[in-house]
C-alpha cells in the first residue's frame, strides 16, 4: 500500500518504480496537464406555486397547528417560504405548552386521512432579522457560493422557487437560510409532499418510530443535542437531551431528556440502527457524538462518515491540494453554504437553549434542519466525487480510524489529529525514554474534549487566545466533570503536572470568558493558589471567585 503525506510526495511516488500501481493512478491526478474535473450542479427548473404554512400530519393523538387568519398568514408564509411539517409522537394528547410562544396558532385535532390543510406559521426562525449570529460560518473568499439549487439525488429535492426566494431575502434574515421545509417530493400525479417531523417524547412513541420509518434506511443524517453547560456526572438527560435522526421523507426528534425513566431509555430498534454498520451515519463531529451515545446508552455505534472528511476530499482533490485533505473538522455551516449553496441558521441564542425542556418552533426549526441538512449534504458531496476523473474512493467509516484514500490501495499518511492544528503550542514534553510504545487507542473522553474544541474554533476563525491545549483541558474538567488531576493522568503517560493542567485550564477561562460554576472553580482550582498569584495571572477568574474564600 501506498501512503502520500504531500504533494510533493504524491510526485514521488509517480517517479518510483516500486510504486508502479499509484503512477497509474496519480498520472491522472497531476501529470500530463489533466487536472481532475468536477462536473457543474445542473440547475433544477421544476416550478411550484403553492401556499405554504406549518401543518401537523394528520395521526392520532398528534395536534395540527392551524392559523386562525389562514388568508393572510399563507400570503405571509408564501413571502417568507417558512413551511413546516411536523407530527408530534407522543404517548398521549399534546398541548400548547409543547411549542409556547406561538401566536396566532391554535390547536385542533386532525382523524385520519384527513385531507392536508394551508397552514402558515406565525412566528419565524428568529424573530431579528437584522444581524447573522457570529456562529455563521461563512465561506473562504476565494469561494463563490453558486446561485442555482443544490444537485439533486435524494427522493426529495430543494425546490427551485423556494430557493430563489431565499437567495433574495435580506442576508442574516430568517427567509435566507437553508431548511429542511425547502425540500419535496412529487408524486406522478402532481401532488407535493413535505417532510415530516416526529417529535417523540417518550421512549414508546421512539420505539414506534424508528421502527416504522427509520429501520429499513440504508443512509440516515444523525445529530444531538444537550445542555451547554451539562458535566458528566449530571447523567443521560443533560448529556443526551435530544436525538435526531433524518431519512429523505422524514425527521425524528427523540426528546430523551423528557423520557420517563426506565432500564432501556430508547429501544432496541434505535439502538440497532445505530450498532449496524451497513446503515451509514453522517454528521460533523459524529464521533464525538457517538461517544455520548456508547457512555450514556451503552450503543457501540457503526457505520459513521465524518462529512468533514469527504469534503475534504471532493474539495481539494480536483485542485491538486493533497496537504489539505485531512481529519481536521469543518463545520456544518460552511459545508452545507458551500454545496447546499444557502447558509445554515446557527443562531447562538437557538444553540445554547436549554434542550432540557420541550421544545419550542425555533428549537424544532434548528434541530431538525442539522439533521436534514447532513443527510443532502452527503448526497450532494457524494454525487460531487463521482463526477471527478479519477475517482477517489469514500472514506472510510470514522470508527475505522483509517486514513483517507486518494485511490484503491493508495492512502494519505496524513498522521495528523483529527482536530489538533499544527501551529498549537506543545505540551511539555517527558523525559526521553531509550524505546517508544507506540501510542495506544486515544481516550473517548479525550477525543470528546477534542471535538468540543475543532468546533469552538471554527465558529471563531478570528479573536480566539486560548490554545487547543488549554480549552481542550477546560472543556475535559468543565464539560466532564473530571477533576485536574486526572485530566493530567488520562492526557499523558507519564501525567502532566497539575499545576501545568489548572493553568490551561485557567489560561482558557481568563482568555474566552468561558462559563463556569463558581462554587467547583474556587473549590478544585483556585482554593489551592496564592491569591496574589490568582490575581495577578487571572484578574477575570480572581474576580469570578471573589468572596468564596471565607
Known amino acids: 500500500m501506498t501512503s502520500l503525506g504531500t504533494s510533493e510526495v504524491v510526485g514521488n511516488a509517480l517517479r518510483s518504480s516500486k510504486a508502479s500501481r499509484a503512477s497509474f493512478v496519480l498520472r491522472h491526478l497531476i501529470g500530463a496537464g489533466r487536472n481532475p474535473r468536477m462536473t457543474a450542479t445542473p440547475p433544477n427548473h421544476q416550478l411550484w406555486h403553492p401556499t405554504r404554512g406549518i401543518s401537523f400530519s394528520p395521526a392520532a393523538r398528534s395536534p395540527i397547528l392551524a392559523p386562525r387568519d389562514a388568508r393572510a398568514s399563507n400570503e405571509a408564509a408564501v413571502a417568507r417560504n417558512q413551511d413546516q411539517t411536523v407530527e408530534s409522537a407522543s404517548d398521549g394528547p399534546d398541548t400548547s405548552s409543547v411549542y409556547p410562544n406561538l401566536e396566532g396558532l391554535s390547536f385542533s385535532t386532525a382523524k385520519d386521512d384527513a385531507p392536508a390543510l394551508d397552514r402558515s406559521p406565525s412566528k419565524t426562525v428568529n424573530g431579528n432579522t437584522a444581524a447573522v449570529s457570529a456562529d455563521k460560518q461563512v465561506p473562504l473568499p476565494e469561494t463563490k457560493i453558486p446561485n442555482d439549487p443544490p444537485v439533486a439525488t435524494l427522493s426529495f429535492k430543494m ?3 423556494l430557493f430563489r426566494a431565499a437567495k433574495k431575502a435580506p442576508a442574516g434574515s430568517a427567509g435566507s437560510f437553508w431548511s429542511y421545509s425547502q425540500y419535496r417530493k412529487t408524486a406522478q400525479d402532481g401532488t407535493e409532499q413535505a417532510v415530516k417531523v ?3 417524547q417518550s421512549t414508546h412513541t421512539m420505539e ?3 421502527k416504522e420509518h427509520f429501520m429499513n434506511e440504508p443512509l440516515l443524517g444523525f445529530d444531538l443535542e444537550w445542555a451547554a453547560d451539562s458535566m458528566k456526572r449530571q447523567g443521560l438527560k443533560r448529556n443526551v437531551s435530544l436525538i435526531q435522526l433524518a431519512s429523505p421523507s422524514r425527521i425524528g426528534l427523540f426528546h430523551v431528556a423528557l423520557f420517563a425513566d426506565k432500564a432501556d431509555m430508547v429501544g432496541p430498534s434505535f439502538r440497532a440502527i445505530m450498532e449496524d454498520a451497513g446503515v451509514t451515519k453522517v454528521g460533523v463531529a459524529i464521533k464525538a457524538d457517538a461517544t455520548r451515545v456508547r457512555n450514556f ?6 457505520g459513521l462518515l465524518e462529512l468533514s472528511h469527504l469534503y475534504k476530499l471532493v474539495t481539494y482533490f480536483p485542485k491538486g491540494q493533497f496537504n489539505m485533505i485531512n481529519k481536521r473538522l469543518v463545520p456544518l455551516a460552511t459545508q452545507v453554504e458551500q454545496y447546499l449553496h444557502l447558509p445554515l441558521f446557527k443562531g447562538q441564542d437557538v444553540r445554547s437553549s436549554d434542550w432540557t425542556k420541550r421544545l419550542n418552533m425555533d428549537q424544532v426549526i434548528y434541530s431538525a434542519s442539522d439533521a436534514y441538512a447532513g443527510l443532502h449534504l452527503y448526497a450532494a ?5 463521482k463526477q471527478l476523473d479519477p475517482c477517489p474512493p469514500t472514506p472510510y467509516h470514522a470508527e475505522r480510524n483509517l486514513p483517507i484514500r486518494l485511490a484503491e490501495g493508495i492512502e494519505l499518511a496524513t498522521n495528523d489529529d483529527p482536530v489538533v492544528d499544527a501551529a498549537e503550542e506543545p505540551e511539555p514534553e517527558a523525559a526521553p525514554t531509550k524505546s517508544k510504545k ?3 487507542p486515544k481516550d473517548s473522553r479525550i477525543e470528546i474534549a477534542e471535538d468540543k474544541v475543532a468546533c469552538y474554533k471554527a465558529a471563531r476563525p478570528t479573536g ?8 481542550r483541558a477546560y472543556y475535559m474538567w468543565h464539560d466532564q466533570g473530571l477533576d485536574p488531576a486526572t485530566i493530567a493522568q488520562i492526557l499523558r503517560t507519564p501525567p502532566l503536572q497539575t499545576a501545568t493542567v489548572t493553568g ?3 489560561s482558557a477561562i481568563q482568555f474566552e470568558k468561558l462559563p463556569v460554576h463558581r462554587e467547583r472553580l474556587h473549590q478544585e482550582i483556585t482554593s489551592s493558589m496564592p491569591e496574589a498569584t490568582l490575581r495577578a495571572r487571572f484578574p477575570s477568574v480572581a474576580a469570578m471567585v471573589a468572596g468564596l474564600s471565607g
Open 198 to 200: 416526529h417529535y417523540c
Open 438 to 440: 507506540s501510542p495506544g
Open 504 to 506: 490551561y485550564i485557567l
Open 208 to 210: 414506534r418510530v424508528c
Open 381 to 385: 458531496l457524494e454525487h460531487h466525487r
Open 159 to 161: 425546490m427551485d422557487d
Open 464 to 471: 480566539i487566545r486560548a490554545t487547543f491545549p488549554q480549552l
Open 297 to 302: 446508552l451503552d450503543i457501540d455505534s457503526k
